[in-house]
């Protein structure tokens, strides 16, 4: 196990290495970020020297190396639009970001659990095809048009939610603002919420349901209806329990994507998370920010694969986790 | 009683006791946040008047001299309040200098306003006016600007001289860029030892947090890109002004969203306008649109080292009549822009009303027959795509009508994060630039855009066509020194006609400005062509 655990860790390390090389070989070739930051009359010869103090002329590998010495300290580097160290800036923004997945989470849950196993029980009926077909029209409508579409009904139309931004916030523990405990907040989140899980929740309902029905054909599911129990225990207690299991794992997965989704639906709602955050930064070329996002996440998904498969491990001993002998 | 009885009573108690503190913490929460709840509601009683503003990008520093673009300069005008500004038909028009007179070749004198007070608390004096110059000339964006100068010398506590090298037509001009600043405030050390008056690009300085100006606006609170706060200052200047009493400005990117912010009520100024919800914005009930001809000229610059073809001048000609200016503006800017056919847009010295647009698609290919390259040849062409205003489907449009005379265009179009470097790579024969003028003046184009490159002065930075006439570099340099307005005009203009004759680039159009609201303010009155609403005239009813 303790040798497991330290080849994981040794894996964790190389997948850093790798993606900040990538991150860093990325910034290296994408735009001279002092073009953003100085007006059209400065010229040529003063932007270089510009660049010249913040590092950017020398060359890639001692760039490099002076990157993953600070990195190592814990300095991702400096944002160049923010004035404020990289660091700084991600963590400000990513109680934004998770809550709002957290909302979104939330919603598929609530609503694919019952929807999903109902359309597997009753696939015929009439509400079931309704839910089918239209997560159908779910699946392969984009989630910026689906955002724009919520503000035009919601907000333009009716009046009825915001249209933009994160309204009010609470501080907590003294740096996480967080939009969940004002109403003003709550009403901000709910259109974000439904966009982001728009893409999300049909895959979930179709995976539900297809499961589900599957399950239900087998022999111990035949046995419990011949046994007599009564059909909400069959459905609940025996079929949808095992259901479950393949369920978390993609969902487990389609979480990270959906962190990646956030990008679109902050950029249309003005939503001050990292995704929008990461896209901006792209666009002012404000490289080091952008190179220490794809660091963050990286550390973010390595740690939590890491931490999965060392208790997967540990919990289940049976399971053959990639790389254990 | 047994002694484990009272030890069960004990931890009984002891467990009804740790619920109870629970809940009561849990009540006391809950009582707080309605307590702060309250408060916040409180203020909102005596009716303020606050203006929520949306634009697509927000200051990216307190300190006006970070960095010279158009948001900061919005901003200045909102905190600090320069010398003089400009009105909406580019007449100067006094703020904290109330006259001025030209007292030699060398030197212009300001009077300057007495009672002025800055955000601080401190009065404000000749010494901030100097102390202010002699930062922008510290400024890597501005000292090209104040370059000219030698400085501005107190002749007492409201006399304040500005003083040039040579003699400089554009001394007015340049007053609307100094924004005095408090040199009290900003002397000294902060607590982190750093000196206040520094002026640091990407890392904290005091003047990147703090602000002391004199202008109608103080800033309350500021979070970089979601939020910035501004609060009328009580000791202004002007008092019969506008009657916004706060400000709340939140950057919106997305155009749709902005759009939608405005109509749903959730701001109520919106800057600028996309232009395909113009329309829709305008037939809005409880809206208003405003919009102008902006100043900012669009143009192809022909690469004559590159491509032999465009060397030829007759080829040129007949680039710039096959180009349907008008056409563009209608069907690819929605009729939100001004067709162009030289740089200098109206109100500008050196506009001359008789050079207009010409499309002549036979004229073109005449042109093109005569030339030397009667069957046409081929050129590369780079654009931007998200820098201005539709630049890619307008490279696109170029790039057909060229066809139309035998030029087959091969177009490579990036964002602008790529695009500079390969700008001044000069990469293409034909290359895309905007083109704003910081000075608001005619000389600034040609002194970028169409003088003969020379690395040494600076003269020709963007001029990626090589195009070189010594005549109008002559006019140019004279204007530059030329205080007598008619003279300076006669010149710049003159400089403009010999480029419309070579046709020395392709001029497109001048962009439009534009700008919602609600309709129950003055906004008509505030804007300008320079893009600086003045916010502290805006008067809400």
Not at chain 1, 137 to 157: C, D, H, R
Not at chain 2, 111 to 134: C, M, P, Q, Y
Request: charged share 20%; with cysteine; net charge neutral.
């Amino acid at each position: 196990m303790f040798a497991f655990t330290v080849k994981r860790i040794l894996q964790a390390v190389v997948v850093m290495l790798i993606i900040s090389f990538i991150g860093f070989a990325i910034k290296h070739n994408f735009g001279d970020p002092v073009r953003d930051l100085v007006g059209q009359r400065v010229t040529a010869a003063e932007r270089a020297e510009i660049r010249d103090r913040l590092g950017l002329n020398d060359p890639f590998p001692v760039q490099y190396a002076r990157f993953l010495r600070d990195a190592l300290h814990g300095d991702l580097g400096q944002s160049y639009f923010f004035k404020k160290p990289a660091t700084e800036v991600i963590i400000k923004k990513a109680p934004a970001t998770l809550e709002l997945v957290f909302c979104a989470a939330f919603i598929i849950v609530v609503l694919s659990i019952p929807l999903g196993i109902y359309a597997a029980i009753r696939p015929k009926s009439l509400f079931s095809r309704f839910v089918m077909g239209s997560s159908i029209v779910g699946v392969s409508m984009p989630v910026f048009l689906t955002a724009i579409l919520l503000i035009y009904i919601f907000s333009v139309e009716l009046h009825w939610l915001p249209s933009y931004g994160r309204g009010e916030t609470v501080l907590l523990f003294g740096w996480w603002d967080s939009g969940l405990f004002t109403v003003d907040g709550i009403l901000h989140l709910i259109m974000p919420s439904i966009a982001l899980s728009s893409i999300m929740l049909p895959l979930f309902i179709r995976l539900i349901r297809s499961e589900m029905m599957e399950v239900l054909e087998t022999e111990y599911v035949k046995f419990a209806w011949a046994k007599g129990i009564k059909p909400w225990r069959v459905w609940l207690v025996h079929a949808f329990k095992n259901t479950l299991l393949p369920v978390i794992t993609v969902g487990g997965v389609q979480l990270g994507i959906m962190v990646a989704f956030t990008i679109l639906t902050e950029t249309v709602f003005q939503w001050q998370g990292m995704g929008s955050m990461f896209i901006e930064s792209v666009e002012r070329s404000d490289t080091s920010l952008m190179v220490a996002y794809l660091v963050f996440v990286g550390i973010v998904f390595v740690l939590v694969n890491t931490f999965v498969d060392i208790i997967y491990g540990l919990v289940n001993p049976t399971v053959r986790v990639a790389g254990r002998q | 009683m047994k002694v484990s009885t009272f030890k069960a009573a004990g931890k009984f108690s002891l467990l009804v006791l740790s619920l109870l503190v629970a809940a009561l913490m849990l009540v006391g929460c809950g009582g707080e946040e309605k307590k702060e709840a309250a408060e916040k509601a409180a203020p909102a009683a005596p009716e303020k008047i606050t203006l929520k503003l949306a634009m697509d990008a927000d200051p990216v520093s307190l300190d006006p001299h970070v960095q010279l673009s158009g948001g900061m300069l919005q901003f200045s005008h909102l905190v600090f309040d320069p010398l003089l500004r400009y009105d909406k038909d580019m007449n100067f028009v006094p703020r904290l200098a109330e006259s001025w007179e030209r007292i030699d070749d060398l030197t212009m004198r300001m009077h300057l306003r007495k009672g002025v007070k800055f955000h601080s608390g401190n009065d404000f004096t000749a010494k901030d006016v100097v102390f202010t110059v002699e930062r922008l000339k510290k400024s890597e964006d501005y000292k090209g600007l104040f370059e000219p100068f030698t400085g501005a010398v107190a002749v007492d506590d409201y006399t304040v001289d500005l003083v040039t090298k040579k003699p400089y037509g554009l001394v007015l001009n340049m007053a609307t860029y100094i924004f005095p600043m408090d040199s009290k405030f900003y002397s000294g050390t902060d607590d982190k030892g750093k000196a206040k008056d520094a002026i640091v690009k990407t890392d904290y300085s005091f003047a990147n947090v703090n602000e002391s100006g004199t202008g109608p606006f103080t800033v309350v609170s500021r979070e970089q890109g979601v939020k910035t706060v501004f609060a009328r200052f009580k000791d202004y200047w002007n008092k019969d002004t506008g009657n916004v009493e706060e400000i709340v400005l939140a950057p919106i990117k997305n155009d749709a969203t902005r759009t939608a912010a405005l109509m749903s009520g959730d701001v109520d100024f919106v800057m600028p306008v996309p232009p395909q919800d113009l329309e829709r914005l305008k037939t809005t009930d409880g809206l208003q649109l405003v919009t102008m001809s902006g100043s900012r000229i669009i143009c192809m610059q022909l690469n004559q080292k590159r491509n032999p073809a465009l060397a030829d001048p007759k080829v040129r000609l007949a680039m710039a009549y096959a180009y349907d200016n008008q056409g563009v503006v209608e069907k690819i800017m929605n009729g939100f822009a001004t067709a162009a056919g030289q740089m200098s847009p109206k109100g500008y010295v050196g506009h001359l009303e008789s050079l207009a647009p010409r499309f002549d698609l036979e004229k073109a290919k005449a042109l093109m027959a005569e030339s030397g390259f009667p069957n046409g040849f081929e050129a590369t062409m780079i654009s931007p795509n998200n820098r201005y205003v539709n630049d890619e489907k307008i490279a696109e449009a170029f790039a057909s009508m060229m066809s139309k005379i035998g030029i087959k265009v091969s177009l490579k179009t990036m964002p602008k994060a790529q695009y500079w470097d390969q700008f001044d790579a000069q990469v293409a024969d034909i290359q895309l630039i905007g083109w704003h003028s910081d000075t608001e003046d005619s000389g600034n184009f040609f002194e970028f855009l169409s003088m003969c490159r020379n690395s040494e002065t600076g003269y020709g930075q963007y001029n990626s066509g090589n195009y070189c006439n010594a005549k109008v570099d002559e006019l140019t340099l004279a204007a530059q020194t030329e205080t007598d307005p008619a003279k300076r005009a006669a010149d710049l203009q003159e400089a403009e006609k010999i480029q419309y004759d070579e046709a020395g680039y392709i001029p497109l159009h001048w962009q439009n400005l534009s700008w919602a609201s609600k309709a129950n303010m003055n906004t008509e009155d505030i804007v300008n062509v320079m893009n600086f609403p003045y916010f502290g005239d805006l008067v809400i009813k």
